[in-house]
């Protein structure tokens, strides 16, 4: 039982190296959950630009945000471009990074409030992510990542992913906890 344990901690830390080792190849394309905000969705009163209106990062999510920044620093990540939705904790979470030049991307808005749009917004994230040069980084929402990876992700979670002709795969995953 003791050399089982070894060999998970020794597996999981080279699982962990891949994943970092996954956010460093060129072109690597990142996509990221919000750091934390407590709560689920936003309230009825949500306005675009305005952030008193949102559900928003607390001060355990600015921490977050600013330590997986520090983590991409110290091994050398930066991103050439940081994509965020218009909500203000996607975009406060990309500025407290630091990782790179942060600039709105509508397509990246969260479509929890209204399904309808899923389909062509993920195929518009798609073809952001196909036209973009160089390194990019997408902050964005639960239930975008999902529709374009076919998987969950945490607040503040990290997902390396490559675009193929049958659709999106996970090559890594990153997650430094509030």
């Given amino acids: 039982m003791k050399y089982l344990v070894i060999a998970l901690c020794v597996f999981a830390s080279m699982a962990s190296a891949d994943d970092w080792d996954a ?3 060129p072109g690597a394309i ?3 959950r919000h750091a934390l905000a407590p709560g689920t969705g936003d309230p009825a009163a949500f306005t675009l630009g305005d952030c008193s209106t949102q ?6 999510g600015r921490e977050q945000a600013r330590k997986i920044g520090a983590a991409l620093r110290e091994r050398g990540i930066t991103f050439d471009r940081v994509l965020t939705s ?8 990309a500025e407290l990074l630091d990782v790179g030049s942060v600039s709105d991307a509508p397509v990246l808005n969260s479509f929890f409030q209204d399904f309808s749009t899923r389909e062509r917004q ?3 994230a798609l073809d952001l992510i196909a036209q973009s040069d160089g390194r990019i980084l997408l902050v964005s929402h639960q239930v975008n990542i999902s529709a374009l990876t076919g998987r969950g992700t945490r ?3 990290i997902l390396a992913i490559q675009v193929t002709d049958d659709g ?3 090559t890594g995953s990153v997650l430094i906890d509030p």
Avoid: F, I, K
Avoid at 55 to 60: C, G, V
Avoid at 86 to 93: N, P, V
């Fill in 168 to 170: 999106v795969d996970v």
């Fill in 155 to 157: 607040s503040g979670e």
């Fill in 55 to 60: 559900r928003n990062l607390d001060e355990r």
């Fill in 30 to 32: 990142a996509v990221m």
């Fill in 86 to 93: 218009q909500w203000c904790r996607t975009r406060e979470t």
């Fill in 122 to 124: 993920t195929r518009e």
């Fill in 23 to 25: 956010l460093t190849e």
